[in-house]
Protein backbone atom coordinates (compact mmCIF):
# COMPACT_ATOMS: atom_id res chain seq x y z
CA UNK A 1 0.00 0.00 0.00
CA UNK A 2 1.33 3.45 -0.78
CA UNK A 3 2.20 5.42 2.38
CA UNK A 4 0.15 8.24 3.71
CA UNK A 5 -1.85 9.65 6.53
CA UNK A 6 -5.26 9.35 6.76
CA UNK A 7 -5.67 12.76 5.66
CA UNK A 8 -3.08 11.60 2.63
CA UNK A 9 -0.84 14.25 3.32
CA UNK A 10 2.20 12.62 5.42
CA UNK A 11 5.99 13.96 4.92
CA UNK A 12 8.10 11.68 6.33
CA UNK A 13 10.72 12.18 3.89
CA UNK A 14 13.07 14.04 6.61
CA UNK A 15 12.63 10.98 9.16
CA UNK A 16 15.32 9.71 11.38
CA UNK A 17 17.09 6.23 9.36
CA UNK A 18 18.43 3.44 10.92
CA UNK A 19 17.29 0.14 12.05
CA UNK A 20 19.10 0.56 15.46
CA UNK A 21 16.51 2.64 16.36
CA UNK A 22 14.08 0.91 15.11
CA UNK A 23 14.82 -2.28 16.83
CA UNK A 24 14.79 -1.02 20.22
CA UNK A 25 12.31 -1.90 22.66
CA UNK A 26 10.15 0.12 24.65
CA UNK A 27 11.60 -0.42 27.56
CA UNK A 28 14.91 0.48 26.15
CA UNK A 29 13.19 3.45 24.55
CA UNK A 30 11.41 4.92 27.44
CA UNK A 31 14.77 4.85 29.39
CA UNK A 32 16.43 6.50 26.76
CA UNK A 33 13.92 9.17 26.88
CA UNK A 34 14.57 9.92 30.36
CA UNK A 35 17.80 10.22 30.26
CA UNK A 36 17.58 12.76 26.82
CA UNK A 37 19.65 10.53 25.23
CA UNK A 38 16.86 9.94 21.92
CA UNK A 39 13.59 11.58 21.63
CA UNK A 40 9.91 10.31 20.65
CA UNK A 41 10.53 12.49 17.33
CA UNK A 42 13.44 11.54 16.47
CA UNK A 43 12.37 7.58 17.13
CA UNK A 44 8.79 8.23 15.17
CA UNK A 45 10.54 9.46 12.15
CA UNK A 46 12.89 6.58 12.05
CA UNK A 47 10.15 4.50 12.23
CA UNK A 48 7.92 5.66 9.77
CA UNK A 49 10.84 6.30 7.60
CA UNK A 50 11.42 2.13 7.86
CA UNK A 51 7.58 1.75 7.16
CA UNK A 52 7.81 4.09 4.55
CA UNK A 53 10.24 1.81 3.07
CA UNK A 54 9.53 -1.77 3.52
CA UNK A 55 5.93 -1.31 3.59
CA UNK A 56 4.98 -2.21 -0.28
CA UNK A 57 7.04 -5.50 0.57
CA UNK A 58 5.07 -6.02 3.56
CA UNK A 59 1.70 -5.15 3.40
CA UNK A 60 1.45 -4.69 7.98
CA UNK A 61 -0.80 -1.78 7.71
CA UNK A 62 -4.40 -1.38 6.79
CA UNK A 63 -4.01 2.60 7.86
CA UNK A 64 -1.32 4.24 8.78
CA UNK A 65 -1.56 7.98 10.08
CA UNK A 66 2.25 9.59 10.05
CA UNK A 67 0.81 13.47 10.46
CA UNK A 68 -0.67 12.29 13.40
CA UNK A 69 1.72 9.98 14.76
CA UNK A 70 4.66 12.76 14.04
CA UNK A 71 2.18 15.58 16.11
CA UNK A 72 1.36 12.82 19.40
CA UNK A 73 5.39 12.45 19.26
CA UNK A 74 6.25 16.53 19.41
CA UNK A 75 3.62 16.79 22.03
CA UNK A 76 5.19 13.57 24.11
CA UNK A 77 8.96 15.16 23.78
CA UNK A 78 7.43 18.24 25.04
CA UNK A 79 5.83 16.13 28.45
CA UNK A 80 9.59 14.52 28.64
CA UNK A 81 11.41 18.18 28.37
CA UNK A 82 9.36 19.26 31.65
CA UNK A 83 10.04 15.63 32.99
CA UNK A 84 6.30 14.79 33.18
CA UNK A 85 5.93 11.71 31.27
CA UNK A 86 2.32 11.24 30.99
CA UNK A 87 2.66 7.49 31.58
CA UNK A 88 4.39 4.12 31.01
CA UNK A 89 4.92 4.80 27.32
CA UNK A 90 4.48 8.32 26.46
CA UNK A 91 6.35 8.60 23.28
CA UNK A 92 6.42 4.59 22.49
CA UNK A 93 5.15 4.10 19.18
CA UNK A 94 2.28 1.05 19.17
CA UNK A 95 0.11 -0.34 16.36
CA UNK A 96 -3.53 -1.56 16.83
CA UNK A 97 -4.82 -4.40 14.92
CA UNK A 98 -7.41 -3.18 12.92
CA UNK A 99 -10.56 -5.45 15.17
CA UNK A 100 -9.74 -2.70 17.82
CA UNK A 101 -11.65 1.08 17.89
CA UNK A 102 -9.51 3.87 17.39
CA UNK A 103 -11.53 7.12 17.61
CA UNK A 104 -10.95 9.10 13.83
CA UNK A 105 -10.03 6.21 12.12
CA UNK A 106 -12.26 3.49 10.26
CA UNK A 107 -11.94 0.27 11.65
CA UNK A 108 -12.94 -2.02 8.56
CA UNK A 109 -11.79 -5.44 9.98
CA UNK A 110 -10.47 -6.52 6.77
CA UNK A 111 -13.99 -6.58 5.34
CA UNK A 112 -15.32 -4.85 2.50
CA UNK A 113 -18.89 -6.05 4.14
CA UNK A 114 -18.04 -3.22 6.57
CA UNK A 115 -19.68 0.47 5.40
CA UNK A 116 -16.57 2.59 6.34
CA UNK A 117 -18.86 5.63 6.15
CA UNK A 118 -20.02 6.00 9.58
CA UNK A 119 -19.27 7.88 12.50
CA UNK A 120 -15.96 6.25 14.10
CA UNK A 121 -15.55 7.94 17.23
CA UNK A 122 -14.93 5.68 19.96
CA UNK A 123 -11.87 4.06 21.45
CA UNK A 124 -11.87 0.66 22.63
CA UNK A 125 -10.29 0.47 25.96
CA UNK A 126 -7.09 -0.82 24.99
CA UNK A 127 -6.58 2.17 22.70
CA UNK A 128 -7.83 4.67 25.69
CA UNK A 129 -5.61 3.05 27.62
CA UNK A 130 -2.52 3.96 25.20
CA UNK A 131 -3.80 7.42 24.87
CA UNK A 132 -3.81 7.99 28.59
CA UNK A 133 -0.29 6.45 28.89
CA UNK A 134 1.20 8.77 26.02
CA UNK A 135 1.74 5.88 23.44
CA UNK A 136 2.48 7.08 20.23
CA UNK A 137 -0.23 5.63 17.78
CA UNK A 138 0.94 4.76 14.44
CA UNK A 139 -2.42 3.38 12.45
CA UNK A 140 -3.91 -0.28 11.82
CA UNK A 141 -2.20 -3.24 11.16
CA UNK A 142 -4.29 -6.06 8.83
CA UNK A 143 -5.83 -8.65 9.67
CA UNK A 144 -7.94 -11.33 7.99
CA UNK A 145 -11.40 -10.65 7.49
CA UNK A 146 -13.20 -10.27 11.00
CA UNK A 147 -10.29 -12.39 12.18
CA UNK A 148 -12.08 -15.48 11.33
CA UNK A 149 -8.97 -17.44 9.48
CA UNK A 150 -5.33 -18.13 10.64
CA UNK A 151 -3.28 -16.58 7.65
CA UNK A 152 -2.17 -13.09 6.69
CA UNK A 153 -5.23 -11.90 3.96
CA UNK A 154 -8.28 -10.45 3.64
CA UNK A 155 -10.82 -8.79 0.70
CA UNK A 156 -9.78 -5.84 1.31
CA UNK A 157 -6.40 -5.34 1.95
CA UNK A 158 -4.76 -8.44 0.34
CA UNK A 159 -1.84 -10.56 1.36
CA UNK A 160 0.63 -9.64 3.90
CA UNK A 161 3.74 -11.56 3.93
CA UNK A 162 6.21 -12.85 6.13
CA UNK A 163 9.19 -10.57 6.60
CA UNK A 164 11.42 -13.83 7.32
CA UNK A 165 10.63 -14.48 3.24
CA UNK A 166 7.84 -12.64 1.75
CA UNK A 167 6.25 -15.66 -0.77
CA UNK A 168 5.15 -17.39 2.71
CA UNK A 169 2.79 -16.33 4.99
CA UNK A 170 3.03 -14.54 8.16
CA UNK A 171 0.15 -16.04 9.58
CA UNK A 172 -3.01 -14.77 10.76
CA UNK A 173 -5.45 -13.93 12.08
CA UNK A 174 -3.19 -10.78 13.76
CA UNK A 175 -0.40 -11.26 10.15
CA UNK A 176 -0.20 -7.48 10.01
CA UNK A 177 0.77 -7.54 14.08
CA UNK A 178 3.51 -10.30 13.81
CA UNK A 179 4.94 -9.06 10.46
CA UNK A 180 5.49 -5.32 11.66
CA UNK A 181 6.75 -6.72 15.35
CA UNK A 182 9.32 -8.78 14.27
CA UNK A 183 10.26 -6.12 10.89
CA UNK A 184 10.80 -3.02 12.90
CA UNK A 185 7.58 -1.28 12.48
CA UNK A 186 7.50 -0.30 16.18
CA UNK A 187 8.17 -2.09 19.71
CA UNK A 188 4.29 -2.80 20.55
CA UNK A 189 1.72 -3.98 19.04
CA UNK A 190 -2.10 -4.56 19.67
CA UNK A 191 -3.24 -7.56 18.27
CA UNK A 192 -6.19 -10.11 18.97
CA UNK A 193 -6.51 -14.13 19.78
CA UNK A 194 -9.69 -15.71 19.49
CA UNK A 195 -8.06 -19.31 18.56
CA UNK A 196 -4.33 -18.71 18.27
CA UNK A 197 -4.49 -15.34 16.26
CA UNK A 198 -2.03 -13.76 18.34
CA UNK A 199 0.43 -16.99 18.72
CA UNK A 200 0.31 -17.77 15.10
CA UNK A 201 1.75 -14.74 13.86
CA UNK A 202 4.26 -15.02 16.41
CA UNK A 203 5.63 -18.43 16.08
CA UNK A 204 5.74 -18.04 12.30
CA UNK A 205 6.60 -14.09 12.33
CA UNK A 206 9.42 -14.73 14.90
CA UNK A 207 8.35 -12.75 17.50
CA UNK A 208 6.64 -12.99 21.16
CA UNK A 209 3.10 -13.13 21.12
CA UNK A 210 1.06 -13.28 24.80
CA UNK A 211 -2.98 -14.60 25.82
CA UNK A 212 -3.54 -13.69 28.76
CA UNK A 213 -5.94 -15.16 31.25
CA UNK A 214 -9.28 -14.31 29.46
CA UNK A 215 -10.45 -11.47 31.14
CA UNK A 216 -7.17 -9.55 32.26
CA UNK A 217 -7.55 -6.94 29.53
CA UNK A 218 -10.80 -5.62 28.74
CA UNK A 219 -12.71 -5.66 25.25
CA UNK A 220 -15.13 -3.69 23.76
CA UNK A 221 -17.15 -3.85 21.38
CA UNK A 222 -18.04 -7.99 22.25
CA UNK A 223 -16.52 -10.11 19.44
CA UNK A 224 -17.95 -12.25 17.77
CA UNK A 225 -16.46 -15.50 19.48
CA UNK A 226 -17.27 -14.13 22.98
CA UNK A 227 -15.55 -15.41 25.92
CA UNK A 228 -12.96 -17.09 23.25
CA UNK A 229 -11.67 -13.89 22.59
CA UNK A 230 -8.66 -11.83 24.05
CA UNK A 231 -6.76 -8.09 23.06
CA UNK A 232 -3.64 -9.05 23.64
CA UNK A 233 0.14 -8.18 23.64
CA UNK A 234 2.47 -8.77 20.56
CA UNK A 235 6.31 -7.64 20.87
CA UNK A 236 9.69 -8.78 19.45
CA UNK A 237 10.55 -8.97 23.69
CA UNK A 238 8.90 -10.44 26.86
CA UNK A 239 9.49 -7.38 28.64
CA UNK A 240 7.54 -4.99 26.36
CA UNK A 241 4.86 -7.61 26.68
CA UNK A 242 4.69 -7.41 30.24
CA UNK A 243 5.02 -3.20 29.83
CA UNK A 244 2.16 -3.26 27.66
CA UNK A 245 -0.18 -5.54 29.75
CA UNK A 246 0.93 -3.18 32.59
CA UNK A 247 -1.12 -0.66 30.58
CA UNK A 248 -3.85 -2.29 28.50
CA UNK A 249 -4.74 -4.65 31.57
CA UNK A 250 -6.73 -1.83 33.14
CA UNK A 251 -10.29 -1.33 34.23
CA UNK A 252 -13.53 -0.60 31.58
CA UNK A 253 -16.77 -1.09 32.50
CA UNK A 254 -17.84 -1.51 28.82
CA UNK A 255 -16.53 -5.15 29.39
CA UNK A 256 -18.34 -7.02 32.30
CA UNK A 257 -16.05 -10.48 32.19
CA UNK A 258 -13.03 -7.96 33.02
CA UNK A 259 -11.09 -8.83 35.92
CA UNK A 260 -10.26 -6.42 38.55
CA UNK A 261 -6.62 -5.07 38.30
CA UNK A 262 -3.74 -6.71 38.90
CA UNK A 263 -1.68 -5.72 42.02
CA UNK A 264 1.73 -4.24 40.80
CA UNK A 265 3.54 -4.70 37.55
CA UNK A 266 3.59 -7.64 35.25
CA UNK A 267 7.28 -6.51 35.17
CA UNK A 268 7.71 -6.98 38.51
CA UNK A 269 9.88 -10.74 39.43
CA UNK A 270 10.28 -11.29 35.55
CA UNK A 271 13.75 -12.11 36.20
CA UNK A 272 13.24 -14.71 38.98
CA UNK A 273 14.01 -17.74 36.25
CA UNK A 274 12.82 -21.04 36.18
CA UNK A 275 14.71 -23.30 38.34
CA UNK A 276 12.82 -25.69 40.11
CA UNK A 277 9.17 -25.38 38.38
CA UNK A 278 7.59 -28.21 37.45
CA UNK A 279 7.40 -28.11 33.59
CA UNK A 280 5.42 -30.66 31.44
CA UNK A 281 6.32 -30.67 27.67
CA UNK A 282 3.92 -32.33 25.08
CA UNK A 283 5.28 -32.90 21.81
CA UNK A 284 1.57 -33.51 20.36
CA UNK A 285 -0.61 -32.98 23.35
CA UNK A 286 -1.80 -36.28 23.11
CA UNK A 287 -3.43 -35.81 19.36
CA UNK A 288 -1.69 -33.21 16.76
CA UNK A 289 0.48 -34.33 13.97
CA UNK A 290 3.43 -32.70 14.07
CA UNK A 291 6.19 -31.25 11.11
CA UNK A 292 9.20 -33.65 11.94
CA UNK A 293 11.29 -30.32 11.91
CA UNK A 294 9.07 -28.20 13.88
CA UNK A 295 9.08 -30.79 16.40
CA UNK A 296 12.75 -31.59 16.46
CA UNK A 297 13.48 -27.57 16.95
CA UNK A 298 10.95 -27.58 19.79
CA UNK A 299 12.41 -30.56 21.44
CA UNK A 300 15.80 -28.86 21.54
CA UNK A 301 14.67 -26.01 22.87
CA UNK A 302 13.07 -26.98 25.91
CA UNK A 303 16.56 -28.67 26.79
CA UNK A 304 17.05 -24.58 27.48
CA UNK A 305 14.64 -25.19 30.13
CA UNK A 306 16.25 -28.05 31.84
CA UNK A 307 19.82 -26.24 31.69
CA UNK A 308 17.82 -23.00 33.29
CA UNK A 309 17.23 -25.95 36.55
CA UNK A 310 13.86 -26.55 36.16
CA UNK A 311 12.15 -30.01 35.93
CA UNK A 312 10.78 -30.81 32.86
CA UNK A 313 9.15 -34.27 31.91
CA UNK A 314 7.67 -35.48 29.08
CA UNK A 315 3.74 -35.67 30.17
CA UNK A 316 0.73 -35.57 27.49
CA UNK A 317 -2.62 -33.95 29.19
CA UNK A 318 -4.35 -36.50 28.52
CA UNK A 319 -7.00 -34.86 26.37
CA UNK A 320 -9.03 -35.58 23.03
CA UNK A 321 -8.57 -32.94 20.37
CA UNK A 322 -11.23 -29.94 21.34
CA UNK A 323 -11.64 -29.15 17.74
CA UNK A 324 -15.24 -29.72 18.04
CA UNK A 325 -16.09 -28.13 20.97
CA UNK A 326 -13.69 -25.04 19.42
CA UNK A 327 -16.21 -25.11 16.35
CA UNK A 328 -19.31 -25.23 18.09
CA UNK A 329 -18.23 -22.01 19.03
CA UNK A 330 -16.53 -20.54 16.30
CA UNK A 331 -19.12 -21.93 13.43
CA UNK A 332 -21.96 -20.30 15.84
CA UNK A 333 -19.89 -16.25 16.13
CA UNK A 334 -19.63 -16.76 12.21
CA UNK A 335 -23.30 -17.23 11.86
CA UNK A 336 -23.73 -14.17 14.55
CA UNK A 337 -21.80 -11.69 12.61
CA UNK A 338 -22.74 -13.04 9.01
CA UNK A 339 -26.31 -11.98 10.69
CA UNK A 340 -25.54 -8.66 11.30
CA UNK A 341 -24.28 -7.63 8.32
CA UNK A 342 -26.76 -5.76 5.68
CA UNK A 343 -28.12 -7.57 3.32
CA UNK A 344 -27.04 -5.90 0.22
CA UNK A 345 -23.07 -5.96 1.92
CA UNK A 346 -23.10 -10.26 2.88
CA UNK A 347 -21.70 -11.28 -0.52
CA UNK A 348 -19.05 -9.39 -0.06
CA UNK A 349 -17.63 -11.21 2.51
CA UNK A 350 -14.83 -14.22 1.83
CA UNK A 351 -16.33 -17.28 1.02
CA UNK A 352 -14.40 -19.52 3.68
CA UNK A 353 -16.43 -17.30 6.29
CA UNK A 354 -20.21 -17.44 4.52
CA UNK A 355 -19.42 -21.38 4.70
CA UNK A 356 -18.71 -21.24 8.56
CA UNK A 357 -21.56 -19.33 8.72
CA UNK A 358 -23.60 -21.59 7.69
CA UNK A 359 -22.18 -24.82 9.30
CA UNK A 360 -23.21 -22.22 12.14
CA UNK A 361 -26.54 -22.00 11.43
CA UNK A 362 -27.01 -25.52 11.30
CA UNK A 363 -26.33 -25.75 15.54
CA UNK A 364 -28.76 -26.42 17.61
CA UNK A 365 -29.44 -25.05 21.03
CA UNK A 366 -28.73 -28.27 22.78
CA UNK A 367 -25.19 -29.11 21.01
CA UNK A 368 -24.10 -25.52 22.20
CA UNK A 369 -25.01 -26.13 25.62
CA UNK A 370 -23.52 -29.67 25.31
CA UNK A 371 -20.39 -27.63 24.11
CA UNK A 372 -20.79 -25.56 27.13
CA UNK A 373 -20.47 -28.19 29.32
CA UNK A 374 -17.67 -30.00 27.50
CA UNK A 375 -15.31 -26.43 27.83
CA UNK A 376 -16.04 -26.32 31.62
CA UNK A 377 -14.80 -30.01 31.56
CA UNK A 378 -12.15 -29.26 29.71
CA UNK A 379 -11.29 -26.19 31.83
CA UNK A 380 -11.25 -28.33 35.11
CA UNK A 381 -9.07 -30.38 33.50
CA UNK A 382 -6.37 -28.56 33.33
CA UNK A 383 -6.79 -27.06 36.44
CA UNK A 384 -6.34 -30.39 37.90
CA UNK A 385 -3.30 -30.70 35.66
CA UNK A 386 -1.65 -27.59 36.90
CA UNK A 387 -1.91 -28.88 40.72
CA UNK A 388 0.63 -30.73 39.47
CA UNK A 389 2.61 -28.93 36.90
CA UNK A 390 3.78 -25.24 36.93
CA UNK A 391 3.82 -25.17 33.47
CA UNK A 392 2.56 -27.13 30.29
CA UNK A 393 5.02 -26.35 26.73
CA UNK A 394 4.13 -27.31 23.20
CA UNK A 395 5.07 -26.41 19.83
CA UNK A 396 2.65 -23.39 18.72
CA UNK A 397 1.97 -24.74 15.59
CA UNK A 398 2.45 -27.80 13.93
CA UNK A 399 3.70 -26.91 10.88
CA UNK A 400 6.11 -23.87 9.45
CA UNK A 401 4.41 -20.95 7.77
CA UNK A 402 2.64 -22.07 4.49
CA UNK A 403 3.34 -20.45 1.10
CA UNK A 404 1.44 -17.78 -0.06
CA UNK A 405 0.37 -19.76 -3.13
CA UNK A 406 -0.26 -23.17 -1.27
CA UNK A 407 -2.32 -21.04 1.57
CA UNK A 408 -4.62 -19.70 -1.46
CA UNK A 409 -4.98 -23.06 -3.71
CA UNK A 410 -8.54 -24.16 -1.97
CA UNK A 411 -10.63 -22.38 -0.14
CA UNK A 412 -11.60 -25.81 1.26
CA UNK A 413 -8.28 -26.62 3.06
CA UNK A 414 -7.05 -23.25 4.03
CA UNK A 415 -4.99 -23.97 7.32
CA UNK A 416 -7.08 -21.74 9.33
CA UNK A 417 -6.01 -23.19 13.08
CA UNK A 418 -3.10 -24.31 14.84
CA UNK A 419 -3.86 -27.99 17.31
CA UNK A 420 -2.04 -26.13 19.99
CA UNK A 421 -3.75 -22.95 20.51
CA UNK A 422 -7.01 -23.15 20.73
CA UNK A 423 -7.73 -25.50 23.40
CA UNK A 424 -6.23 -22.87 25.83
CA UNK A 425 -8.67 -20.35 24.25
CA UNK A 426 -11.04 -22.61 25.16
CA UNK A 427 -9.76 -22.99 28.63
CA UNK A 428 -8.92 -19.34 29.37
CA UNK A 429 -5.64 -19.98 30.39
CA UNK A 430 -2.70 -17.82 29.88
CA UNK A 431 -0.39 -19.19 26.94
CA UNK A 432 2.26 -17.27 24.87
CA UNK A 433 4.69 -17.94 21.87
CA UNK A 434 7.92 -17.40 21.42
CA UNK A 435 10.55 -18.29 18.80
CA UNK A 436 12.50 -20.82 19.12
CA UNK A 437 14.63 -21.49 16.33
CA UNK A 438 14.18 -21.46 12.68
CA UNK A 439 13.81 -24.16 9.72
CA UNK A 440 16.54 -25.19 7.54
CA UNK A 441 14.44 -22.64 5.28
CA UNK A 442 15.13 -20.19 7.11
CA UNK A 443 11.54 -19.94 8.65
CA UNK A 444 10.59 -19.07 12.36
CA UNK A 445 9.36 -21.86 15.19
CA UNK A 446 7.86 -20.89 17.96
CA UNK A 447 7.24 -22.23 21.10
CA UNK A 448 4.19 -22.82 23.37
CA UNK A 449 4.18 -22.04 27.12
CA UNK A 450 1.15 -22.25 29.38
CA UNK A 451 0.31 -21.50 32.58
CA UNK A 452 -2.67 -21.93 35.05
CA UNK A 453 -5.53 -19.76 34.97
CA UNK A 454 -4.22 -16.76 36.49
CA UNK A 455 -1.12 -17.67 36.38
CA UNK A 456 0.13 -15.57 33.50
CA UNK A 457 3.19 -13.71 35.86
CA UNK A 458 4.95 -17.37 35.68
CA UNK A 459 4.37 -17.48 31.75
CA UNK A 460 6.07 -14.46 31.78
CA UNK A 461 8.90 -15.22 33.49
CA UNK A 462 9.67 -18.83 32.04
CA UNK A 463 9.77 -17.04 28.35
CA UNK A 464 11.51 -14.09 30.00
CA UNK A 465 14.83 -16.96 31.05
CA UNK A 466 13.93 -18.59 28.28
CA UNK A 467 14.35 -15.05 26.15
CA UNK A 468 17.63 -14.53 27.27
CA UNK A 469 19.28 -18.34 27.22
CA UNK A 470 18.12 -18.27 23.68
CA UNK A 471 18.26 -14.87 21.99
CA UNK A 472 16.67 -14.64 18.51
CA UNK A 473 17.34 -12.90 15.93
CA UNK A 474 15.77 -10.73 13.44
CA UNK A 475 15.07 -10.89 9.72
CA UNK A 476 16.91 -9.13 7.21
CA UNK A 477 14.98 -6.45 5.10
CA UNK A 478 13.27 -7.69 2.29
CA UNK A 479 14.66 -6.58 -0.92
Do not use: C
Amino acid sequence: MAIQSASGQANVSDATSGADVAFLSAVELVELYRQRKLSPVEVTRAILDRIQRLEPKINAFALLDADSALASAERSEQRWHRGEPAGLIDGVPVALKDLILAKGWPTLRGSRAVDPNQEWNEDSPATARLREHGAVVLGKTTTSEFGWKGLGDSPLTGITRNPWNTAHTPGGSSGGSGAAAAIGFGPLHVATDGGGSTRLPAAHSGAFGLKQTFGRVPVYPPSQNGTLFHVTPLTRSVRDAALLLDVIARPDLRDWNALPPQEGSWQSGIDEGVKGLRIAYSPALGYATVDPEVAAIVEKAVKAFVDLGAIVERVDPGIEDPLPIFLTFWQAGAAKLVDSFAPERRNLSEAGLLAAAEQGRAIDVVSYIKAVDQREALGRHFSRFHQSWDLLITPSTAFPASAIDASHADLATRPIRSPFTYPFNLTQQPAASIPAGLTAAGLPVGLQLIGAKFDDAKVLRAARAFEIARPFGTPKDPT
